[in-house]
């Protein structure tokens, strides 16, 4: 069966996006969501539409009609040809403007005027943004500094994140846990008093510049507040706070990197560690396998008790649990055997980390000529 679908019976929507400019398009056909038919064909005309590097969460077939559509920094669709693009993965950037917020041009003369320059301002501060590979921004901006406060923050937030892995690095290297060490080597970690210490040292190279950096971050926000065209004192404030902030968090992040490449873990002390609770990590599984036989708060009374008990005694929770008639009742000794076994409680851990790992796989650091990325 033929249908002929006549385009002016489609509606037109016409939207501006959230990338840049305006995109025009007739829905034609669209399948039942949830199902295997669930697809939309969609014809669409973008004059003035420009999308960076991005992705989709759905599979993409493109049939070019008419012009040029960049998909890659070296890949050109012509028209009347087709592409596939699957689902999750990143297609351009097409030709446009950078959109990089921050690292733009500053080029405003002394008051921001580019007055000095007659009518060419315009055209030299084009002219110059090319040479540099640095986008035009609408205005100059000698005392609009919101774009070195958000470089200051994002150097905060970067050196927090490093901050916290150190610290549970740090954590899980202490004589009572001792799962995790930094890579051993000649003169690392050891101690003047101590021999037989190993200080976990990248670790405390990065906690230290985590507590440093975020005073100078505050700094970099106080000095946005600025005069008039030509602030006094804020962004002299900066000449020192910027170079201290990268020197810190790009030390930080090297001493990371070379001890997360060597860490030694020792499975055999993780293992052990489960059992320094004698099985109490496991009351929540036999609680909700116990609550579908006699409900929740039957449940969770029955094994709290025997949660005390196990403290109380110095015995392992399995054991408690297994003597206790109540519960024998409706877990038999091969199910408790089963929900003591710490693999049998992952959840969905091992899908988030390899979701984690994909999304890891499929970033790359973009160049100063190429698009954002999402």
């Known amino acids: 069966m033929v249908q002929v679908i006549s385009l002016e019976s489609v509606p037109l929507v016409e939207r501006a996006h ?53 998909f890659a920094a070296d890949g050109v669709m012509k028209p009347g040809s087709v592409a596939y693009f699957p689902e999750g993965t990143y ?13 733009v041009l500053q080029f405003g003369g002394a008051v921001g005027t580019l007055a000095s320059l007659g009518d060419r301002g315009v055209d030299i501060a084009n002219a110059l943004g090319k040479e540099l590979r ?3 921004p609408n205005l100059p901006w000698h005392s609009h500094r919101d774009r070195i406060a958000e470089v ?10 490093l901050g ?24 690392r970690g050891g101690s003047s008093t101590m021999p037989h210490k190993r200080n976990p040292v990248a670790a405390a190279v990065v906690l230290a510049a985590s507590v440093r950096i975020p005073g100078l971050v505050s700094s970099a926000l106080s000095s946005i507040v600025q005069e008039e065209e030509r602030g006094l004192g804020g962004w002299h404030a900066e000449w020192e706070i910027m170079p201290e902030l990268i ?44 609550a579908r036989e006699i409900g929740r708060l039957a449940a969770h009374d029955r094994v709290e ?33 089963r929900l003591f076994e710490p ?27 190429e698009g954002d990325s999402h």
């Open 18 to 70: 959230v990338r840049e400019g305006t995109m025009r398009s007739r829905r034609l056909l669209v399948g039942e969501s949830g199902t295997p038919g669930n697809f939309s064909l969609q014809l669409s005309s973008t004059p003035t539409y420009y999308s960076p590097r991005h992705r989709h969460n759905f599979d993409q077939v493109r049939f070019q009609l008419e012009g040029d559509f960049d």
């Open 91 to 103: 297609y351009g950037p097409q030709s446009g403007p950078t959109l990089s917020t921050t690292l």
């Open 134 to 136: 640095l986008a035009v």
């Open 152 to 161: 200051a923050t994002t150097f905060g937030l970067l050196a927090g994140t």
């Open 164 to 187: 916290k892995i150190a610290r549970d690095i740090s954590l899980h290297t202490q004589t009572e846990v001792a799962e995790i060490f930094e890579p051993a080597g000649e003169g």
């Open 247 to 290: 020197s810190l968090t790009g030390g930080a992040l090297h001493h990371l990197t070379g001890a997360l490449s060597g860490l030694e873990v020792d499975v055999a002390k993780m293992h052990d560690n489960l059992d320094v609770t004698h099985g109490l990590i496991f009351a929540e599984a036999v609680q909700m396998a116990l």
């Open 305 to 337: 008790a025997a949660a005390k008990r196990a403290r109380k005694e110095g015995r392992n929770l399995k054991a408690i649990l297994a003597a206790d008639a109540e519960v024998t009742k409706h877990l038999n000794a091969k199910e408790l055997d």
């Open 343 to 369: 693999r049998n409680y992952l959840g969905v851990a091992n899908e988030f980390i390899d979701r984690v790992l994909k999304a890891h796989s499929s970033v790359r650091l973009k160049t100063p000529s």
